[in-house]
């Protein structure tokens, strides 16, 4: 909220975004928010060589994050990159990209991670969809540990080789409080895990005879869980 109260440089991307990519004169308007806070409009009051000042009108609330947990195996930096944008566009609570019996363990140790520069790539997907409530983010963590730090009233798990219907057939109801979707990692579960989900209370389902990409597994199961939730 502090930004607020003060001028924004021009070296800033968003100056140069509300300058070049949106054209914005003095007087105009666009679409702003803060990081977990309002979204509003913001008016455009000065233009100088070194800052631009703006004035923010909150609206009400945006709309709080979607009831869903994405479960991942950590797959590649730039598989993670895309999953993060896109899933945080999707409006979910929570991901959590997981270490798993056959995923690479470097991949934990990626700059990505250990840089911060994961938070760059939520807040992308949270301007994409004009809402600035971001998702909780994890990694690293095992299942175990994800499963200890709360619960989820339905429980999926996608599966190209032990899955008995497809995710479109899944057992989620428009009132269910809340969904937590398990996607493996690049080279799947192994039978251990798959005994642990089930253990857990997850129902296996598959997105059709084609294996696909894991960020596009994240976004198609998205879609369809929300749906199913009655959500678009």
């Keep these: 909220m502090a930004e607020l109260e003060r001028p924004l440089p021009r070296s800033d991307r968003r100056a140069a975004h509300v300058l070049k990519v949106l054209g914005r004169a003095v007087g105009e308007s ?5 990081i977990d806070g309002p979204r509003g409009k913001a008016t455009l009051r000065a233009v100088s060589d070194e800052a631009i000042t703006f004035a923010f009108a909150p609206l009400p609330s945006p709309t709080a994050p979607e009831p869903i947990t994405l479960a991942i195996g950590l ?7 895309d999953i993060l944008r896109d899933a945080t566009t999707m409006g979910v609570a929570a991901l959590h990209f997981i ?13 990505l991670w250990t840089s911060g520069e994961w938070r760059r790539h939520v807040i992308a997907g949270a301007e994409q969809a004009f809402n600035p409530r971001l998702p909780v983010v994890t990694w690293n963590q095992t299942l175990a540990e994800v499963f200890a730090g709360g619960a989820a009233a339905t429980r999926l798990a996608l599966d ?4 008995p219907a497809p995710l479109s057939q899944c057992r989620v109801r428009h009132d269910d409080p809340h969904t937590m979707v398990a996607i493996g990692g690049e080279r799947g579960w192994t039978a251990a895990e798959r005994a642990t989900l089930r253990g857990q209370g997850f129902e296996f389902h598959h997105l059709g005879p084609r294996v696909l990409r894991t960020e596009t597994a994240c976004v198609a199961a998205l879609a369809i869980v929300r749906a199913r939730l009655g959500l678009v």
Excluded at 30 to 34: M, P, S, T
Excluded at 75 to 81: F, G, I, K
Excluded at 160 to 163: A, F, I, K, L, P
């Design 30 to 34: 666009f679409e702003a928010g803060i």
């Design 160 to 163: 190209n080789y032990e899955s």
């Design 99 to 111: 270490r798993t019996d056959r995923g690479e363990p470097g991949y934990g140790r990626s700059t």
């Design 75 to 81: 797959p590649r930096p730039q598989t993670a990159r």
